[in-house]
């Protein structure tokens, strides 16, 4: 399997100015925009942003990850108990 990212950002020209998005890579084909901003003056200000915002997203995910990790111990948890009744 290769190791690839996940998530990533990316930086266009438009015609107000310039736009940042945060990617996620759905499958091997299909990419999905997980947070978009527009009117930036410069390049520089939307990459400083996209960066930014990228790594609060990628601090929200971890911390989402645990949450769930910790309810999918405690349901299976439970469920070892009720078996053993």
Do not use: H, P
Request: glycine share 4%.
């Amino acid at each position: 399997m290769s190791q690839g990212k996940k998530y990533s950002s990316r930086v266009t020209k438009n015609e107000g100015g310039w736009s940042a998005e945060i990617l996620r890579q759905a499958s091997n084909k299909k990419v999905v925009v997980s947070k978009r901003q527009d009117n930036f003056a410069s390049e520089d200000e939307a990459k400083s942003w996209a960066d930014k915002e990228l790594e609060q997203f990628l601090q929200q995910q971890v911390e989402r990850n645990k949450r769930k990790a910790e309810k999918r111990v405690q349901r299976e948890e439970k469920q070892n108990l009720e078996e053993g009744e």
